[in-house]
């Protein structure tokens, strides 16, 4: 019953949390992105520095997405040599994908080119709650997982 109770408060709080959490952490952070990519690119290419090797399937049940808009996703990032494409030994028809070398660099250094989202944060928030913000995302990236 106590676990009822418990998720019955998330979802309450969730709902409220929702969109402050879109527009104070969400549409800022797109916004920092300045055109360079979409927030659907960057995910997918987060999600494959996670996932490391995956086929197109894989990739679409990770972003939750259709199989031909990842194809569309990896066809621009193929452009610009982030992924390679690989057949799967024994499928000629399944395409495996992962990240380059010049993506991992790319994503690595990304925060550091796009600071007015870091510079938001530290107007905005003292160092305690910065430290506060990022236990709790840490809290969410070591529970969130379970949810599959």
């Not at 499928?91 to 690595?108: C, G």
């Amino acid at each position: 019953m106590e676990t009822e109770k418990a998720a019955e408060k998330f979802v309450q709080n969730l709902l409220l949390v929702m969109p402050v959490w879109n527009s104070k952490l969400v549409r800022p952070f797109k916004d920092s992105l300045n055109g360079e990519m979409s927030l659907e690119t960057y995910y997918c290419l987060e999600t494959l520095r996670s996932l490391g090797v995956v086929t197109m399937t894989e990739l679409a049940q990770h972003l939750k997405v259709p199989k031909q808009q990842v194809t569309k996703l990896v066809d621009n990032l193929y452009q610009y040599q982030f992924v390679e494409r690989a057949h799967v030994e024994g499928d000629r028809r399944r395409i495996s994908i992962r990240l380059t070398a010049k993506a991992v660099a790319y994503l690595d250094e990304y925060y550091l080119k796009n600071t007015a989202f870091i510079r938001m944060l530290e107007e905005r928030l003292t160092e305690e709650e910065l430290l506060s913000l990022n236990d709790a995302i840490l809290t969410l990236k070591q529970i969130l997982p379970e949810l599959n």
